[in-house]
């Protein structure tokens, strides 16, 4: 295993898609299978030898700097949180002065959930002889990104039937990030383009060749929310997860699958069906919930 491998979550985005409850709680801290997706990302960056985390902020960071304080766990956690969105070139380049610059970088955007081997993305990177390597696949409806035979990037914007989806998973040498231009907002997309104009070599690394089967999901809207928590909960073979100090009424239906979380108030009469229900949360008596994010914030359908 690899030791202090260095990876950068980005947690700064403002979760427009996901409002209401995106107005009280960042996306990277929605709570997956009654988990905060930040602590998942920790949690399989550690195991994957890293041992150095960056994660930048904005939307709602002082939960976000919170949540990072409150993990216990072995890696050094360095928060920065951005007096203003920079975008996902600019927040990679403010971190410069925090990373090794003798190490590639990991980022990862943090609404993914997946459960590729991180350490491997890294591996393969490091024998590729690129400046960047970003992890592909075939996902609709995002592929627009244009791979050649000898795997290299050549463009995005395209549409062929070959074209290739990003999952938010990349490596970055140190001499790429230094590229990106200085306190200002930047894609991440953008810095890419340019390496290509400019003859610099971007390496695919195809996430099916990473792993033959694999979970590869985004919670970026409440349809893809929800279809995170059905992917994994077949993956654990438990259609209906229930929270600790959650007690289900006698009389509770519920169908296909629910996620249920920590002190649950529950009413009778309640059915429930492709749900995700927030810990806290009060469900009224007679209430029925299909394709629903339940919170103590609002609720939003799919």
């Known amino acids: 295993m690899p030791f202090f491998t260095q990876a950068m979550i980005l947690a700064a985005g403002l979760g427009t898609r996901l409002q209401p409850i995106s107005l009280y709680l960042p996306k990277p801290l929605f709570p997956v299978l009654n988990r905060p997706l930040l602590y998942r ?7 994957a030898g890293f041992r ?10 002082h939960l976000v700097l919170e949540m ?3 993990y216990k766990g072995k890696a050094e956690i ?7 969105l920079l975008g996902t070139g600019g927040a990679i380049r403010n971190a410069l002065p925090h990373i090794s610059k003798n190490e590639p970088l990991l980022v990862i955007n943090g609404d993914v959930v997946t459960d590729l081997d991180l350490a491997r993305v890294i591996n393969l990177h490091r024998h590729q002889g690129a400046v960047a390597s970003l992890v592909v696949h075939k996902r609709e409806p995002w592929n627009n990104v244009a791979v050649v035979p000898d795997g290299r990037v050549s463009g995005f914007n395209y549409n062929g039937p070959d074209a290739m989806a990003f999952t938010g998973i990349s490596v970055l040498e140190p001499e790429f990030i230094r590229t990106i231009p200085e306190d200002r907002p930047g894609s991440l997309i953008d810095i890419f383009k340019a390496v290509i104009d400019k003859g610099g070599r971007l390496q695919a690394l195809r996430a099916d060749q990473i792993a033959g089967h694999y979970i590869w999901e985004d919670i970026g809207s409440p349809r893809r929310y929800l279809s995170v928590h059905k992917v994994l909960l077949a993956n654990e073979n438990n259609m209906c997860l229930v929270g ?5 009424p006698d009389d509770l239906m519920w169908k296909d699958w629910v996620s249920i979380g920590h002190r649950v108030s529950l009413g009778s009469g309640v059915t429930l069906c492709r749900t995700v229900i ?8 007679g209430t029925v919930l299909e394709d629903c994010i339940f919170t103590p914030y609002g609720n939003i359908g799919s």
């Open 52 to 61: 150095k985390v960056v994660i930048n902020c904005f939307h709602l960071a």
């Open 68 to 70: 990072a304080g409150s």
């Open 278 to 285: 927030w810990e806290g949360s009060d469900v009224p008596s």
């Open 41 to 47: 990302l920790l949690y399989q960056l550690e195991e």
């Open 244 to 248: 600790k100090g959650t007690e289900l």
């Open 78 to 84: 360095i928060t920065l949180m951005e007096p203003s």
